[in-house]
């Protein structure tokens, strides 16, 4: 399965990235949205592990774009704050399929992934 990270803090992807590549991941850490878009235009990852809240762009720019190019592509936010809380992300992105505290445990989101990346083959 592949996956795009869309993280600032390269630590914490770095975190993400090594758990995912223990289940078998191919695994692609990216910082901002122009990186991510770049990487998207020429790959098609089966899920996107995306952080709402980026130091370089706009989140909702990449899932935008994420959404147009590979809509079967299931893209898993991340977020250190309340906003969008209520679940609107769902309304807001067509291919979100999860939103979660960045404090979430790396082997949690890794589980996460793998179940819908496994969606995003059947689709």
């Given at each position: 399965m592949n996956v795009l990270?869309?993280?600032s803090c390269a630590e914490?992807?770095?975190l993400w990235k090594r758990h995912l590549e223990r289940?078998?991941?191919s695994v692609v850490l990216r910082h901002g949205q122009d990186d991510a878009i770049s990487y998207l235009a020429q790959h098609a990852p089966q899920v996107i592990i995306l952080n709402l809240v980026l130091e370089e762009g706009a989140a909702?720019?990449?899932a935008d774009y994420a959404s147009y190019r590979l809509p079967a592509a299931r893209v898993f936010f991340v977020s250190n704050t309340s906003f969008f809380s209520d679940g609107s992300i769902f309304a807001h992105v067509a291919n979100a399929c999860a939103l979660v505290p960045v404090g979430t445990p790396p082997d949690d989101i890794a589980a996460m992934v793998e179940y819908y990346g496994g969606e995003a083959n059947q689709a």
């Open positions: 990270i869309v993280e914490l992807g770095q289940l078998g991941m909702l720019a990449v």
